[in-house]
């Protein structure tokens, strides 16, 4: 295992900082009504997105699920477009028509986002299909949760990618439950990465709020990606601490208990990582992340609405 | 009773009434029992008869098809009807294809109950309306309740049928309040309702564009245009003969509906009123449907995107106007007399 | 040249023309070559241009669009439009809605070549047509040759088109000869064309059903019956005008179609035609489809099943009678005179 | 292993003869345009059907895939029923409806087929939940070819199964071929006994020509089954002797080469088999089945054609 420098552990707390204020901040304004879009919360995820995409190109690319602001920040797309998109407004990252579950960045490699479980698995390998016919080097990511592996598509797609030895890298974000239902309710055999071994390429489970070593497992994937020598399904085990859509918590549903939660949070991303920066540097990283989420919000809310349902050339 | 527990209403009685009806699903044992519709149906019945799936809505449908094959008529539920579409294989090539297939030898009573959504920026893959192409497809039954009494009289009968039905169910008729019978009935299959007598108009709806044909109709009562309403209630088989009798009565036609204009149910309407009572036609029939694009997230366009009352009773003016302009040429000749 | 050499010739032209024109699909590289419409793809292009898939369509449609977001503009081939409905997920919730989900910022220009059987017994699972299916969902166009010469100029025009096509291929056209141009050349989507100038009726015909409606012309002709003909080729956009425009010069419509009725394009166009040219119908229209039922195996019932010019004469007999009767009518009331 | 008797083993080889000579009838007199259906021809891996029906009960029941014959007439369809409905007649199977690649048999619980590749592996799984909430001991049972296990509800089906314990028994007929494409070409790691594995469920490899070894496996899986133990994957390794889809041999193609379909003849299903039974026992299965089959083409072609597109009842 390499050592990660100080800067770099700094930069990774720091990234983990953005993702969990901004998405407080969605949660303190939410019931304001102005954003009105169903908010799939990635707060206890953080790690995950972090640690994958640190060991990314700005030009490899990115189809992230519908748990998607952690995925969109942690890859460099713009803050102020996400809040004007989960405003409805046309400055949007997707002006307007997408919200919450449909952001989207191309530049900064957000390719393609999908409210429907699973519907980016294979959008991914089509792009290391795209970059491996272009004899690029550049490496495709998708995220999805561990609900989504009981989809066909997830076999059907790491068959071929395993196949084709495309440069994908398939991570899985398993917070053990789909919607309010565990796991044990819809898995026969629930170490998902041992699908990607009778699928002839390699699976790794992973401590999913540990985002070094998030950083650390992707960054072999992608070594391996870039080297031609195919995918990698990458399960890193995590829990989401919100109700599954929407800014409440929801122990009183009874599928789960408080006590769980709290023993995830105790060993959650930013938790396990906060010996990477001293109080002083939180508070200064803090002040300058809120400056900027005030600043997208402002932003967000005196644009404009979009006001045309046929943008040019789209037949009516 | 609110429409959300005529479905758990008519849930419970097929259930306690028939040991082969099941549940089948992804999330239906959440304790949110999907929106209140399911609430205590695993604790009654159990998971054997509640039957909770992974995320494969594929395969469950085939299990569906395959449980038929033995007898049990299950109520396959999805908490939206876009997710229907990973089924399409199953409900198109083999479960609506079991029947003529296998010469009449297979039924397969299965339900597919199908949520459809609206607002807070759902967004275009979690709001559509597919009523349209499952009612193109021979072997399959469509139904689509707008009020809590049919919701229950037309699962029933979802239930009841021995082939496979699309129970069609718009979220925002859950909180809807209706007159409910406690006893187990029916609402058949394949007939339309007239919700409201009228002379000049017909306004034809489906789903959530009943009530808005029954604002629209209320305002036109006011400008003296008699419209009666009727709601189609099952998108396959059509009721053409209802509406029919209904356009040779007052000649004119607007159909409205929740989906898509090409291929859709409001064309079908009008092709088949035009095939059969072209005569009785005085106007060119009008269809109120979205635009043909994606729902959009945004509330600023969603507010462009849905057409509602005003659009319907507009275009009943419209169709109505023709009407008038002719009784009125009709009546100015008949004042006419001398060479000037 | 043939019909399938037209289909082959396109894919040569524009594979050699774009190095981001793929094919993809499950036994594309069968020594068959799919009916040898893409024979010497494989040597030519190479495995990575020409991808065979395991049997997992609708991950290869996904991958479609995940490709497209990167500038591959990929062709989908499947031997059978059946299979096409395991797909529907990506194709209806996904490819149709990159455009506007993501406000106009993405776009998945591929391809979707469905081959439709008929006959020799194939059955209900392998005989469907479901071109009504896709032209009712925006984001997503239809197209149907039915002459070699359009084989190519919609297969060139579709995989130019920057958003999903479906390409839909009658395989009894295949051996069909037509005049095919070597140079490269478009066949516009969304524009009809007029293969019979006629004024008396017009006979609007989709795919199998355009050779069914000439036959059917000519045998009018004979009657003194003079019927335009007009091939849709595109089914979704539908070019209203061009029809509209035949019907306001005839007054009468007869619409075959080789699909089932309900919801489909043969109701789609009476409906257009009814909305937009009322006055112009002198008579009721009426379409020429399926039965409502599965497509059978067997000869016996298959030969019920399929209508075809003979149906279509019939049909355009008697919307035409309608016309005469009036006329007679007219007629005889012009000679009368006097009080008895 | 347990010591099977002689007059088992000779009713197995009958069996297999049964289907071998009814299929060669088929293309002895196709050429005459008759039966205007699309045959796949099952010649080649009779042991399986035969093998796995023999361990099942008539109650029990089977979902065969397109490649059907074998299925209907191992389970105990009847063979005059499907000689009608090859012919496309009113007496056939399916009343003329369904053609070779639907043959259905309710009363021997042949309970239905698809063209569509996998589709009945999810039906059998159904039926299997049908035994269980009736507490029955029935089992249900899906064949299907390599080719099935690439699609998605493969995999779908067997975690269901696993999970719920279904008494389901997974038969896949690996003869390599997905119509002309070679496994190599579309599978990443062709043992696809190792899915049912990853899937927490019992997966096994066998030689699907060695009916008496299909039998045993068949039948420990049937146990445990019925003892709610579980399904089971059985991927039973055979090969295809004729074309994909008709009556001939296909070696011109040059996806495959003779000698390939020689060597796997060399250790067929009846060569494998031959001493279960004389030379003069063969003589007399052979005229006792020639009489079976030529009473049943004279049945097919003296019975009427359908004549009604809509039965009673059916909503024109
Ligand atoms: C195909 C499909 N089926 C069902 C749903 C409804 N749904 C939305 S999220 C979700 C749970 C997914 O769980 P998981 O994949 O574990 O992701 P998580 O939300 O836990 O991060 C479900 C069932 C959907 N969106 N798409
Ligand atoms: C979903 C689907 N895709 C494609 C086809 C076309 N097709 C028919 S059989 C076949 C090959 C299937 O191979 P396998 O599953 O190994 O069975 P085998 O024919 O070899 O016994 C294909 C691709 C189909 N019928 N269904
Ligand atoms: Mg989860
Ligand atoms: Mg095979």
């Given at each position: 295992?390499?050592?990660?420098?100080?800067?770099?552990?700094?930069?990774?707390?720091?990234?983990?900082?953005?993702?969990?204020?901004?998405?407080?901040?969605?949660?303190?304004?939410?019931?304001?009504?102005?954003?009105?879009?169903?908010?799939?919360?990635?707060?206890?995820?953080?790690?995950?997105?972090?640690?994958?995409?640190?060991?990314?190109?700005?030009?490899?690319?990115?189809?992230?699920?519908?748990?998607?602001?952690?995925?969109?920040?942690?890859?460099?797309?713009?803050?102020?477009?996400?809040?004007?998109?989960?405003?409805?407004?046309?400055?949007?990252?997707?002006?307007?028509?997408?919200?919450?579950?449909?952001?989207?960045?191309?530049?900064?490699?957000?390719?393609?986002?999908?409210?429907?479980?699973?519907g980016t698995i294979s959008h991914a390998a089509g792009a290391a299909l795209a970059f491996k016919i272009r004899q690029q080097d550049r490496v495709a990511v998708v995220s999805f949760g561990d609900g989504a592996t009981e989809e066909g598509v997830f076999h059907e797609t790491l068959n071929f990618a395993s196949l084709r030895k495309l440069p994908v890298i398939f991570i899985c974000e398993n917070n053990q439950y789909a919607?309010?239902?565990?796991?044990?309710?819809?898995?026969?055999?629930?170490?998902?990465?041992?699908?990607?071994?009778?699928?002839?390429?390699?699976?790794?489970?992973?401590?999913?709020?540990?985002?070094?070593?998030?950083?650390?497992?992707?960054?072999?994937?992608?070594?391996?990606?870039?080297?031609?020598?195919?995918?990698t399904l990458i399960e890193a085990m995590t829990y989401r601490i919100f109700e599954h859509c929407g800014v409440f918590t929801d122990y009183d549903l009874g599928y789960r208990t408080e006590e769980e939660a709290k023993e995830w949070q105790a060993k959650g991303p930013l938790e396990q990582a906060k010996d990477f920066v001293t109080e002083a540097e939180v508070a200064q990283m803090s002040a300058d992340i809120e400056a900027q989420i005030s600043e997208a919000f402002d932003y967000a809310r005196s644009s404009p609405f979009p006001s045309v349902l046929f943008a040019q050339g789209v037949a009516q | 009773m609110k429409f959300r527990e005529a479905i758990r209403n008519a849930t419970f009685q097929a259930m306690e009434g028939d040991p082969n009806v099941i549940l089948m699903g992804v999330g239906i044992i959440d304790p949110r029992a999907v929106w209140g519709t399911l609430s205590g149906t695993l604790e009654k019945f159990g998971p054997d008869r509640v039957v909770e799936g992974p995320l494969a809505e594929d395969a469950i449908t085939g299990m569906c098809i395959g449980a038929a094959t033995l007898g049990i008529r299950s109520i396959m539920v999805h908490h939206r009807i876009d997710f229907v579409l990973l089924t399409m294989n199953q409900l198109i090539n083999h479960a609506a294809k079991w029947r003529d297939m296998f010469g009449q030898q297979q039924h397969v009573p299965i339900v597919i109950?199908?949520?459809?959504?609206?607002?807070?920026?759902?967004?275009?893959?979690?709001?559509?309306?597919?009523?349209?192409?499952?009612?193109?497809?021979?072997?399959?039954?469509?139904?689509?309740?707008?009020?809590?009494?049919?919701?229950?009289?037309?699962?029933?009968?979802?239930?009841?049928?021995?082939?496979p039905v699309v129970y069609i169910e718009h979220r925002w008729f859950h909180e809807d309040e209706?007159?409910?019978?406690?006893?187990?009935?029916?609402?058949?299959?394949?007939?339309?309702?007239?919700?409201?007598?009228?002379?000049?108009?017909?306004?034809?709806?489906?789903?959530?564009?009943?009530?808005?044909?029954?604002?629209?109709?209320?305002?036109?009562?006011?400008?003296?245009?008699?419209?009666?309403?009727?709601?189609?209630?099952?998108?396959?088989p059509l009721d053409v003969?209802?509406?029919?009798?209904?356009?040779?009565?007052?000649?004119?036609?607007?159909?409205?509906?929740?989906?898509?204009?090409?291929?859709?149910?409001?064309?079908?309407?009008?092709?088949?009123?035009?095939?059969?009572?072209?005569?009785?036609l005085k106007a060119a029939p009008v269809r109120i449907v979205w635009p043909h694009i994606c729902v959009p997230s945004s509330q600023s366009i969603e507010a462009l995107f849905y057409p509602g009352a005003a659009e319907i009773q507009a275009a009943a003016l419209k169709v109505c106007s023709q009407m008038q302009r002719r009784a009125l040429v009709e009546s100015t000749i008949k004042g006419l007399d001398g060479p000037f």
């Amino acid at each position: 295992m390499v050592q990660a420098s100080p800067d770099f552990k700094r930069d990774l707390y720091y990234r983990m900082l953005l993702l969990r204020k901004a998405e407080e901040s969605i949660i303190a304004n939410y019931a304001q009504r102005e954003m009105r879009s169903p908010p799939h919360m990635y707060i206890g995820h953080e790690a995950v997105a972090v640690g994958v995409c640190a060991a990314l190109r700005k030009d490899d690319v990115i189809f992230p699920y519908y748990r998607s602001h952690g995925w969109y920040l942690a890859k460099g797309g713009d803050l102020k477009a996400m809040m004007a998109e989960l405003h409805g407004r046309e400055t949007g990252c997707s002006h307007g028509w997408g919200g919450s579950m449909h952001l989207i960045d191309i530049a900064a490699g957000v390719m393609g986002t999908s409210a429907i479980v699973a519907g980016t698995i294979s959008h991914a390998a089509g792009a290391a299909l795209a970059f491996k016919i272009r004899q690029q080097d550049r490496v495709a990511v998708v995220s999805f949760g561990d609900g989504a592996t009981e989809e066909g598509v997830f076999h059907e797609t790491l068959n071929f990618a395993s196949l084709r030895k495309l440069p994908v890298i398939f991570i899985c974000e398993n917070n053990q439950y789909a919607t309010n239902t565990h796991i044990r309710d819809r898995q026969a055999q629930p170490e998902i990465y041992r699908h990607a071994i009778s699928h002839g390429m390699t699976g790794v489970r992973i401590d999913g709020n540990n985002v070094l070593g998030v950083y650390e497992e992707t960054q072999k994937a992608v070594d391996r990606a870039r080297r031609g020598e195919g995918p990698t399904l990458i399960e890193a085990m995590t829990y989401r601490i919100f109700e599954h859509c929407g800014v409440f918590t929801d122990y009183d549903l009874g599928y789960r208990t408080e006590e769980e939660a709290k023993e995830w949070q105790a060993k959650g991303p930013l938790e396990q990582a906060k010996d990477f920066v001293t109080e002083a540097e939180v508070a200064q990283m803090s002040a300058d992340i809120e400056a900027q989420i005030s600043e997208a919000f402002d932003y967000a809310r005196s644009s404009p609405f979009p006001s045309v349902l046929f943008a040019q050339g789209v037949a009516q | 009773m609110k429409f959300r527990e005529a479905i758990r209403n008519a849930t419970f009685q097929a259930m306690e009434g028939d040991p082969n009806v099941i549940l089948m699903g992804v999330g239906i044992i959440d304790p949110r029992a999907v929106w209140g519709t399911l609430s205590g149906t695993l604790e009654k019945f159990g998971p054997d008869r509640v039957v909770e799936g992974p995320l494969a809505e594929d395969a469950i449908t085939g299990m569906c098809i395959g449980a038929a094959t033995l007898g049990i008529r299950s109520i396959m539920v999805h908490h939206r009807i876009d997710f229907v579409l990973l089924t399409m294989n199953q409900l198109i090539n083999h479960a609506a294809k079991w029947r003529d297939m296998f010469g009449q030898q297979q039924h397969v009573p299965i339900v597919i109950r199908a949520v459809v959504g609206r607002g807070w920026g759902n967004g275009p893959q979690h709001t559509q309306s597919h009523h349209a192409l499952y009612s193109h497809v021979p072997g399959i039954k469509t139904v689509v309740p707008t009020n809590a009494y049919d919701a229950k009289g037309l699962l029933l009968a979802a239930i009841e049928d021995d082939e496979p039905v699309v129970y069609i169910e718009h979220r925002w008729f859950h909180e809807d309040e209706g007159e409910v019978p406690e006893a187990y009935y029916l609402t058949p299959i394949g007939k339309a309702a007239v919700i409201r007598e009228g002379t000049d108009v017909s306004l034809v709806a489906v789903g959530p564009m009943v009530p808005e044909c029954q604002k629209a109709a209320q305002a036109l009562a006011e400008e003296g245009i008699s419209a009666e309403v009727i709601d189609v209630r099952t998108t396959h088989p059509l009721d053409v003969e209802t509406i029919v009798k209904s356009v040779a009565k007052t000649g004119r036609l607007v159909v409205a509906d929740s989906d898509w204009g090409p291929c859709g149910v409001a064309g079908e309407v009008i092709a088949a009123v035009t095939e059969r009572a072209f005569d009785a036609l005085k106007a060119a029939p009008v269809r109120i449907v979205w635009p043909h694009i994606c729902v959009p997230s945004s509330q600023s366009i969603e507010a462009l995107f849905y057409p509602g009352a005003a659009e319907i009773q507009a275009a009943a003016l419209k169709v109505c106007s023709q009407m008038q302009r002719r009784a009125l040429v009709e009546s100015t000749i008949k004042g006419l007399d001398g060479p000037f």
